[in-house]
Every structure is written in structure tokens, then in C-alpha cells.
């Protein structure tokens, strides 16, 4: 790594390399503003929950909830069993998803339009998973239903979320896009398999401070916003300081700690490999002519 570093900094400061990360950003800011979209929805469905068992107790009355952020807010909505959902839990969040600053209105009312919006996309996403074979349940685990609705685009993501601690789960994810007449238009598997990793297990004395997967080419070159919700859900449970998603073309670096992305062409570490074995045996013939001129 002491290499490493002054080589990639050499190649960072290239005209070559600057052209190549403009065109990465550009497909990679969407993903990473998608992610952070999911991030946030996850994070007011995890304490809105919470928030709302605590103080709403007809349990039998509870058809299930869905999330959304709008503006600077995340809302949790619980809406009821009847043959006609309507809203019986609003939970509202600012960015710190602080429980004692949270607004909770328990008060019954019909679902907005926009609500009405991510309720339909919600059912009929859960409704898929029940029916179609792509999708897969694991012991141990639950899926989570993500409805995103932005920029005239409606989406579900299915992510795999553990049922115990001390894991991180990637994998087992799915996407599924709507038009504007919330049909299906496509059903995809983002990963190919599950992806467990433990990081309740390390040895005594050993942090382990970073974690890696790699994506086939189906996957995609870049982390996907999946990886990203769920590194930034439970990375902050872990020691980790980035985690690399490793594909054919490409090096994706997320910074665990900032929640920010980097990305180098696999291209590029190849070079930075080539360069740092050449000063290695560069580095051998000197200490041979060292010891032999001493002999």
C-alpha cells in the first residue's frame, strides 16, 4: 500500500483518468441518489415502526405500512385491514430520525394522492413476489418492499434484510418498475445469489476494518443502490471503514464512514500492479547490488 498510493494519486491527476471519472460520475450519482433515497425510507420505516407499535394498540387493525421521503421528510404510513386501506398511523421524520422529535398522528383519514400512489405500487409489488418464482426467501431473513416514486419514474426495490445480529446481507434483491398506469413493466434480480457477511466473528484483538463482494456482469460494473441502503443501514453497526464491490471493469469504494463512493477502472489498478512490481524488483536488484558491492 505504500506504493499504492503515490501511484494512484499520478494516475488520478491524468487528463485520462479526470475524462474517465466524469463519465463514471454520471452513472453513478443516480445510483448513489437512489440509494440514499432507499437509505432514508428504510430508516423511517425501522423507527416509525417502533414508534407506532408503542402507542398503537388494535394490532388486529394493521394491513401493513410503506415509507416515502418528500422534501426534507420521511414519512411511515400504516394503513388499515379494511376492504378499502385507510391511513391509521402517519409518522413524520426529519433528517436526524430522532423518536423524541418525531411526529406521530394516529388520527384516521384517506390516503392522499401521492400515498395512494406508493400504497398501489407497494400491493401490487408484494403481490408479484407472492406469485412469481424469480423471487426468494431465505431462513433467517424477511424482504422489504421500497417503493420509490421520482422524476415520473415508479419503482419497487425488494431488499433481503437479516432477522439476526451481527450479519450484513447483499444479495438476493429486486427491482421492479411500473409505468404511469402502475403496470409492470419489468421484473429484475439484481443480484444472483445471497451474499452473508458476518461481522460479529472476528478474532480476538482483530478489527477487520473493510469487506468486499463482487458483481457478475448480469449485476452491473458499479454498486448498485442497494449495496448502498444496506451499507448505510448497517454499516454503522460494523468496524468497517469502506466496502469494495469488485466487477470486470471496475473498483467500487464505499467510504463507510463518510458515505461517499469512489470508483477506479480496473484498467487503472491494473497499471498501478504493473507499476508497483516493477519498483519491487527494482527495488531487489538494488539491495543484490548493495550486498554484493559489500562483499
Not at 421521503?69 to 394503513?79: A, E, G, L, P
Request: glycine share 6%.
Amino acid at each position: 500500500m505504500k506504493n499504492l498510493l503515490p501511484l494512484l494519486l499520478l494516475f488520478i491527476g491524468s487528463s485520462l483518468f479526470g475524462q474517465s471519472q466524469k463519465k463514471i460520475k454520471k452513472i453513478t450519482d443516480p445510483i448513489v441518489a437512489e440509494g440514499k433515497m432507499l437509505y432514508k425510507s428504510e430508516m423511517a420505516s425501522w423507527y416509525g415502526t417502533d414508534l407506532f407499535l408503542e402507542n398503537y394498540k388494535e394490532r388486529q387493525n394493521i394491513g401493513g405500512y410503506f415509507s416515502y421521503t418528500k422534501n426534507d421528510t420521511s414519512k411511515c404510513i400504516f394503513f388499515s385491514r379494511t376492504e378499502v386501506p385507510i391511513v391509521i398511523g402517519d409518522i413524520s421524520f426529519d433528517s436526524t430520525y430522532n423518536i423524541k422529535t418525531a411526529q406521530l398522528d394516529l388520527e384516521e383519514r384517506k390516503f392522499d394522492e401521492l400515498e395512494n400512489e406508493y400504497f398501489e405500487i407497494r400491493k401490487l409489488a408484494y403481490e408479484a413476489a407472492r406469485s412469481d418464482t424469480i423471487f426468494k426467501t431465505y431462513k433467517n431473513t424477511n424482504l422489504n418492499f421500497i417503493p420509490i416514486i421520482y422524476d415520473g419514474k415508479k419503482k419497487v426495490y425488494v431488499l433481503t434484510g437479516p432477522e439476526q445480529n451481527g450479519v450484513v446481507i447483499f444479495g438476493n434483491d429486486y427491482l421492479i418498475s411500473f409505468n404511469e398506469k402502475n403496470e409492470i413493466v419489468e421484473k429484475k434480480q439484481l443480484h444472483r445469489n445471497i451474499i452473508p457477511i458476518h461481522y460479529d466473528q472476528e478474532e480476538e484483538g482483530k478489527e477487520v476494518v473493510g469487506s468486499m463482494h463482487s458483481h457478475t456482469e448480469e449485476t452491473g460494473d458499479f454498486i448498485t443502490a442497494t449495496d448502498i441502503c444496506t451499507l448505510m443501514l448497517y454499516g454503522k453497526y460494523t468496524s468497517w471503514e469502506t466496502h469494495n464491490v469488485v466487477s470486470k471493469k471496475y473498483l467500487s469504494i464505499w467510504d463507510c464512514k463518510k458515505n461517499t463512493l469512489g470508483v477506479i477502472p480496473r484498467i487503472v489498478l491494473d497499471k498501478i500492479s504493473k507499476e508497483e512490481e516493477k519498483a519491487k524488483k527494482k527495488e531487489k536488484r538494488k539491495k543484490r547490488w548493495r550486498k554484493n558491492k559489500g562483499n
